[in-house]
T-cell receptor, first 116, second 113 residues
Framework: DGGITQSPKYLFRKEGQNVTLSCEQN?????MYWYRQDPGQGLRLIYY???????QKGDIAEGYSVSREKKESFPLTVTSAQKNPTAFYLC???????????????FGQGTRLTVV | AQSVAQPEDQVNVAEGNPLTVKCTYS??????LFWYVQYPNRGLQFLLK??????LVKGSYGFEAEFNKSQTSFHLKKPSALVSDSALYFC???????????FGGGTRVLVKP
């Protein structure tokens, strides 16, 4: 089945630790995204990548880092510089052109990160 | 700044009654607009999308949305709500540059039996 896989589903981090969230897609999509969702709030864009080896900051990139070494993978590292990392993290991917009639963004099932 | 807004944090409706979830946009040019639904602790599921053409867009699970240029709105509608429609609904627009999606704040829908 084609889709986006995020792992782990739940992640616990100690204060001061870096953690990496995995996102893999087998949809052959060019673009991938990371969003953060807090209770009662919408989705905020952290980073996105339109092609391999290139990525751009979103609205809330501070304290996060990404890499895009392969088309199918877009891992997100939450660094110790992120002061309030407890949230639900969603990865998404899109094909080349969202303007095309039959294309949409596909989302993973999310990773819930908790700082302990 | 370009954006979409969902003016209602929550909508309560009785099962069998019509459901409307509101979205307004402030986007230059010809916007392309989306509706997504999220069930608890899950990712987002695509419902429908507007690009150009017919102002009434039909989507998944019996949902439809009406694009109204004069009112800059893209409200989601369902003629007869089900308890299983209870979820968090997001309106989004696609940026003119690239494929970046920007989301509204979300509206929680509660359908009571």
């Amino acid at each position: 089945d084609g889709g986006i896989t995020q792992s782990p589903k739940y992640l616990f981090r100690k204060e001061g630790q870096n953690v990496t969230l995995s996102c893999e897609q087998n949809l052959n999509h060019d673009a991938m995204y990371w969003y953060r969702q807090d209770p009662g709030q919408g989705l905020r864009l952290i980073y996105y990548s339109q092609i391999v080896n290139d990525f751009q900051k979103g609205d809330i990139a501070e304290g996060y880092s990404v890499s895009r070494e392969k088309k199918e993978s877009f891992p997100l590292t939450v660094t110790s510089a992120q002061k309030n990392p407890t949230a639900f993290y969603l990865c998404a991917s899109t094909p080349g052109r969202l303007r095309a009639r039959n294309t949409e963004a596909f989302f993973g099932q999310g990773t819930r990160l908790t700082v302990v | 700044a370009q954006s979409v807004a969902q003016p209602e944090d929550q909508v309560n409706v009785a099962e069998g009654n019509p459901l409307t979830v509101k979205c307004t946009y402030s986007v230059s040019g010809n916007p392309y607009l989306f509706w997504y639904v999220q069930y608890p602790n899950r990712g987002l599921q695509f419902l429908l999308k507007y690009i150009t053409g017919d102002n009434l867009v039909k989507g998944s699970y019996g949902f439809e949305a009406e694009f109204n240029k004069s009112q800059t709105s893209f409200h989601l509608k369902k003629p007869s709500a089900l308890v299983s429609d209870s979820a968090l609904y997001f309106c989004a627009y696609g940026g003119a540059a690239g494929n970046k999606l920007t989301f509204g704040g979300g509206t929680r829908v509660l359908v009571k039996p």
